[in-house]
C-alpha cells in the first residue's frame, strides 16, 4: 500500500482550487456612468428680453461635485446683428476641486450711434473636451435680447465712417460767429470712424458748422457714412461719396483758430438743446 505524505496531498490540492478558479467568469468593475458627471446650474436676476449698451448681466454658475480638471464658460453669439465687439465677458473658469464661478457679460457702450441691435447667446462652454465632462442634462441658459443704443445724453455724438482701410479723414466742428467758423472740436486721430462728441445742448444757440479733411485718400474718393446720436436717445444717419474731383463744388470753410481748411458736410442747429441736422455735403 502506498503511503502519500501530508504535504503532497496539499500540494496537489492547491493546484485543484487555482484551476478551478480559472474557470469562474472575471467580474469587471462598471465604466463610470454620464449620470454621474457633474450636473451645472445657471442662476441670474436678469429677466426679460432687452438690454441698452452698458448694462451688465451676471451669472453665478456652479457644479453639484468637484472636477480635478477646470471648466471655462463664456458668452457663446448663435445668431443676431450684434457680434463678439459688443459684448465685454471675463473669462468665468471653475478651477479644479471647486465648484462655483461667475460670469459678467457687459454690453459695450461704444460711444457709436446705432440702430437697435439683436443678439441670441448661449452660456455654456466653448471648448468641446470640456463639454464631455459634464453630465448631459445640463441645459444652457440661452438669450434671446433686443439691445438698444445708448448715446451720450450731454453731447451730440457725430461719428464719420468711410470706406478704404489706407484712407484717413480727419473732422472739425466750430460755431459760426460773424460768419467766422470758431472750430474747437477734432477728431483728428486715425481711427477709423472718426467720433466727435465737442457740440452740447448748453452750448450757446445758434449754427454750429462741421467739415471734414481728406487728409490722405487713395484714389479718387470714397464712400461715407455719418452716424448722429442726439442727446434724447434717438438717431439720424446720412451717407454720401467725396469725390475728390468735384471738390470745386463743395463748400470749403476755413477755421479761423486752428488756419485749417475743411469741406463743409453738416450744419447743426442749436434751439435750447434740442438739435437740428441737416447733411451739407450733397
Known sequence: MKQYKIPVLLSIAL???????CEKPQEVADPISPDG???????????????TEGDTIIYSISIDKMLDRQLRFAPIILDGTGDDHDIIYNEAAIAPYTTETELMIVFAADDYPEVAETMQIEIGLERLAEKYLVNPSTTNPVLDLTVNNYNDPSVLTIAFEWDGEDNDI????GYVYNDTLWGWGYAASSD?????????????DGTYLVGLDPYHVEGSGFNYVVSI???DQSVGFFSGYFDLNSTGTYTYDYVYDYEWPVYRFLEVVNRGGTFTVTHALE
Open 15 to 21: 493546484v485543484v482550487f487555482a484551476l478551478s478558479s
Open 37 to 51: 458627471y457633474p450636473v451645472v446650474t445657471f442662476t441670474t436676476d436678469f429677466s426679460g428680453t432687452s438690454v
Open 170 to 173: 480727419d473732422i472739425v466742428a
Open 192 to 204: 477709423n470712424p472718426e467720433i466727435l462728441t465737442s457740440i452740447w445742448p448748453d452750448d450757446p
Open 229 to 231: 446720436g442726439y442727446p
